[in-house]
């Protein structure tokens, strides 16, 4: 098993909701940060949410906010997406991402701060 498992994943229809989770078999440092992005076929890997492990601070994409909401559990390594009013553009394959290094709140977009990846889980969105 690697660093980091998603799960949750499913096929809804438009207007349904899922939760993913992740969890992480890595200690996850205070100062670090945990996010979710995604990627369909032909296109490059994009960022959706992120949040910082000590503080809760978090950071969402447009495309999703005021839809998907991310938190955490620290005393479980545990990371989840709550995705609500599912659109069929919501259609991808869903990563759970880590870093094993400080990350600031300024950049918790760039996927370059994340150096631990899960395999991903599938969310598809029929209309």
């Known amino acids: 098993q690697g660093p980091l498992a998603e799960s949750g994943g499913g096929e809804v229809l438009a207007g349904d909701s899922l939760r993913l989770s992740c969890a992480a078999s890595v200690r996850i440092l205070s100062s670090s940060a945990m996010a979710w992005f995604r990627q369909t076929a032909g296109k490059s890997r994009e960022f959706v949410a992120a949040i910082s492990w000590s503080s809760g601070g978090t950071s969402t994409a447009d495309s999703v906010k005021g839809r998907f909401t991310i938190s955490r559990d620290n005393a479980k390594n545990t990371m989840s997406l709550q995705m609500n009013n599912l659109q069929p553009e919501d259609t991808a394959l869903y990563y759970c991402?880590?870093?094993?290094?400080?990350?600031?709140?300024?950049?918790?977009?760039?996927?370059?701060?994340?150096?631990?990846w899960g395999p991903g889980t599938q969310v598809t969105v029929s209309s």
């Open positions: 991402a880590a870093s094993s290094t400080p990350v600031s709140r300024f950049v918790l977009a760039d996927r370059r701060q994340y150096d631990y």
